[in-house]
């Protein structure tokens, strides 16, 4: 089954969203989901280098040499991090100071080393681009959405502005690891939900989209969709 | 044959057939809270019925909602809500908003209780969740302890000096400053969370527990022992150690949790050991000067790997036996 352009651009959103649906990078996810800023800021820079590197890997597909492609996929998704760094302690200093280690951790970000094996290296240079902007579409909206939760509820405000701050008594532990934890857990059931659970189904089912298929010994008989 | 034999009757097992079921159980472990509900009332007054009542109504709420929204049977009845909204509340100060002790009750019986597949399912003991919870979210209005002219000397003169919130026991005596005698302690004449205060009222419910068998005396003789010693190896006094804090409460009412605890005798010391340990390591070490509810918690994750240890003999494969 040939999916559309439209479909691969769409396909991140929702349907095989990286965080909620694949559960792939979600350390950076849940640190830097504290304030709404932050989360915005590394959704964009993580579908900037995402899209970026998914076009140079598709392009390269041919000359990478198949026995050292994570070390190759590595050295370009870590050169466009590195332009995206520069470009943030340039012109956003306090959101690159906020997002701190996890700007460069982009480079062994799972959802980018899985697009690149996944996708990048299996598909033309169009469709991978497209996969790229999606996927880190629906990364920045997860990012986006679960900071804005965690930041009304732990702190109040919504990037920065006051809610409810000074007539409710926020609920600190939002801000902190545990309720990062829980509004993650909540966001999967709620698109679990929406998908009417087809989504994991799919998932459990098919290798397609697991970054670690490709070293997997137990593929199809398993289904092998771990993280 | 059968009309032959009326004496010999074939059946599946269980064989030994008790009256007990949760809801009884239940019934027992709120008959033996009442104690320390009275010497709250008496000590804060009638606001500690209250938030009480407020805890254990929305507990009960909760499960019902989550129960029905989940279209799974109905489970208030079995009362293991009224439990859970009781020592709750038990663990809070009594000047606690009523909406911050409804969201505790909601992080206790549908995120802890509910949505692991409701009683006995549970990894944690849900209101020791839920008031760390709170504990944590919103650490100063679980700090905000309320001075009655009832309580000990001790304490009314600490807060002369520094009016805004009254300092604990263990809050003084981490401070160096002196503490209300051991006969107050004992008899619950101080401040702190709602049904913690009277070491007295909460051993009455205790034997209560253990002469109804609901409990068995290994966690909290095993928990109060260590907590002694361990008191003693640091040069503290294991009477107000005992008595202070949420010692007593977690030891008898929260450590016994049946779901989350060891199920054979060995794994219960073993339990009530690691409780005492990590509650005296918190108090003397860390940053917190209460540890109980985190030491509880931490045993409680790591009862099933207790309860994997300590398994009868009778339940190991044959050696170098088959499958598992």
């Not at chain 1, 959101?95 to 697009?115: Q, S």
């Not at chain 1, 469709?127 to 880190?136: A, E, R, T």
């Not at chain 1, 902190?176 to 679990?192: D, K, Q, S, T, W």
């Not at chain 1, 398993?222 to 993280?227: P, S, T």
């Amino acid at each position: 089954m040939k999916k559309t352009k439209l479909q691969i651009l769409t396909n991140g959103i929702i349907r095989e969203n990286p965080v909620l649906v694949l559960v792939l990078g979600t350390c950076p996810t849940l640190a830097i989901s504290t304030q709404a800023i932050n989360g915005l800021g590394m959704g964009v820079s993580v579908l900037v280098v995402l899209t970026c590197s998914n076009i140079m890997i598709s392009a390269l597909k041919r000359i990478i040499p198949d026995t050292v492609r994570i070390p190759c996929y590595i050295v370009v998704i870590a050169s466009f991090v590195t332009m995206v760094q520069l470009a943030l302690k340039a012109y956003l200093p306090s959101l690159d100071k906020a997002l701190g280690v996890y700007i460069p951790l982009i480079v062994v970000n799972c959802i980018i080393l899985g697009r690149a094996e996944a996708f990048a290296s299996k598909n033309s240079v169009i469709d991978s681009m497209l996969d790229g902007i999606g996927m880190g579409i629906g990364y920045t909206l997860t990012a986006t959405v679960m900071a804005c939760i965690r930041e009304l509820l732990g702190s109040g405000t919504i990037f920065g502005h006051t809610v409810t701050a000074g007539t409710i008594t926020p609920f600190t532990i939002m801000v902190m690891a545990p309720g990062g934890f829980f509004v993650f857990g909540c966001l999967i059931a709620l698109v679990n939900k929406l998908t009417k659970g087809k989504a994991r189904e799919k998932q459990q089912n098919k290798c397609l989209g697991c970054p670690g298929a490709a070293f997997c010994s137990q593929k199809v008989e398993e289904g092998g969709a771990e993280e | 044959m059968a009309e032959r034999h009326t004496n010999l009757i074939v059946a599946s097992a269980p064989h030994v057939v008790s009256p007990a079921n949760t809801a009884s159980i239940m019934r027992d472990v709120l008959i033996a809270l009442i104690p320390a509900l009275a010497v709250s009332v008496y000590v804060f007054g009638i606001r500690a019925l209250m938030l009480s009542v407020c805890c254990v109504v929305f507990c009960v709420f909760f499960e019902w909602l989550s129960r029905r929204i989940m279209k799974r049977s109905n489970t208030i009845g079995d009362l293991s809500a009224a439990v859970t909204g009781l020592i709750l509340a038990f663990n809070l100060p009594v000047r606690l908003p009523f909406w911050m002790a409804a969201v505790g009750c909601l992080i206790a019986i549908v995120v802890v209780k509910q949505l692991f597949g409701g009683l006995g399912q549970n990894f944690a003991n849900p209101a020791i969740v839920g008031r760390i919870t709170l504990f944590i979210g919103f650490a100063s209005p679980m700090a905000n302890w309320t001075i009655t002219s009832r309580m000990s000397q001790a304490i009314l003169s600490a807060a002369e000096v520094d009016a805004t919130t009254g300092a604990t026991p263990l809050a003084l005596s981490a401070a160096g400053l002196p503490v209300p005698t051991n006969m107050e302690m004992f008899l619950g004449l101080i401040n702190g969370s709602m049904g913690e205060i009277s070491a007295a009222a909460l051993l009455l419910g205790g034997i209560y527990l253990i002469v109804r068998k609901v409990i068995s005396p290994a966690i909290p003789v095993s928990f109060l022992a260590t907590v002694a010693v361990l008191s003693l190896v640091f040069g503290l006094d294991p009477i107000f150690q005992l008595c202070a804090g949420g010692v007593m409460l977690g030891a008898i009412f929260m450590a016994t949790d049946y779901v989350t605890s060891p199920i054979t005798t060995t794994g219960r010391i073993i339990f009530g050991i690691g409780c005492g340990v990590f509650t005296m390591l918190i108090r003397v070490y860390a940053s917190y000067p209460e540890g109980v509810s985190f030491a509880i918690l931490l045993m409680n994750i790591l009862t099933p790997h207790i309860d994997r240890l300590t398994r009868h003999k009778t339940f190991k494969p044959a050696e170098g036996g088959a499958s598992k």
